[in-house]
């Protein structure tokens, strides 16, 4: 028995195979929220369950499309995930890079300070932050949001960009200000081309962070017309039935977004990973 699992374990497939179950029970989800899609509302309540639509129909895409606003939610979620995600990245950016190559007397205590928001759970912080933005007069707007979606990732970003820059050359630095580069023209015209593949994977995982976020936007926006679509598929949750065909269907438009943007930041990380291989 334990040669034949030897053999098993030192199989050229087996890291394959283990690979493909695991992907296959990460994406079996996917695949069944896109075959609901396409189902009648009776047919989402058979049992025993169909695993391919018996009556095939993209009335439920049309259905889920206009029945709800999903072309609003989608436009207050690009909104509120691409402002937060840009002054994220912009001010970790500079942050990270301050707090790495500048150090001060304290600066060790900033970054613990940084880590330390993080280490209380944010739905704890959920009521108290209602309370402030009532307070300020900002629920029900956008950027209730963003404040929110800025305070969960901020902390964060900068500890990713802090450890990403302390491996950076700090000669490349020095030879530029050399050649006459101010520290800030410093930064635009060495570190960011070089730093470029950090700086959008850490865009990306900003950019998901906020697009996934629910029980903010949930508790903060009580209008449809400024919802985003995590909140928006909520819609299809009634007091008698759960339209759960449509809610799959309104689950693909949010995805798309996500993915497209995912998609076309790796074309540019790539780029980016070639654009500093050369300037080193």
């Known amino acids: 028995m334990r040669r034949v699992l030897v053999k098993i374990v030192d199989h050229r497939a087996t890291p394959f195979v283990v690979l493909g179950v695991i992907t296959l029970f990460m994406v079996s989800p996917f695949i069944w929220m896109g075959l609901s899609a396409f189902k009648t509302h009776m047919e989402t309540f058979r049992f025993p369950p169909t695993y391919f639509p018996e009556d095939f129909t993209l009335d439920t895409m049309y259905e889920a499309w206009y029945k709800a606003p999903i072309p609003t939610y989608l436009k207050n979620s690009l909104i509120m995930c691409l402002i937060s995600t840009f002054i994220i990245v912009v001010a970790g950016t500079f942050t990270g890079y301050a707090l790495s190559q500048y150090q001060y007397k304290g600066s060790n205590i900033v970054l613990g300070l940084f880590l330390f928001t993080r280490t209380i759970p944010p739905l704890a912080l959920l009521l108290p932050y209602y309370l402030v933005l009532r307070y300020l007069g900002l629920l029900n707007t956008r950027l209730a949001v963003i404040f929110y979606l800025i305070y969960l990732s901020y902390p964060l970003v900068v500890w990713l960009l802090k450890g990403f820059f302390d491996q950076f050359p700090r000669a490349l630095i ?12 410093a930064i635009f015209r060495i570190v960011i081309p070089v730093a470029a593949t950090g700086v959008y994977a850490i865009a990306v995982v900003a950019f998901m962070w906020a697009w996934n ?46 993915l497209l943007f995912f998609l076309l930041a790796q074309k540019y990380i790539v780029r980016g990973l070639t654009s500093g291989a050369l300037k080193y």
């Open 213 to 258: 976020e629910f029980f903010a936007p949930f508790l903060f926006i009580h209008f449809d017309e400024l919802k985003p679509i995590t909140v928006g598929l909520y819609y299809f949750v009634g007091d008698e039935y759960t339209y759960y065909n449509r809610m799959c269907a309104a689950g693909i438009y949010a995805v798309i977004p996500s």
């Open 174 to 185: 020095d030879s530029a200000i050399v050649d006459g580069c101010s520290r800030t023209s």
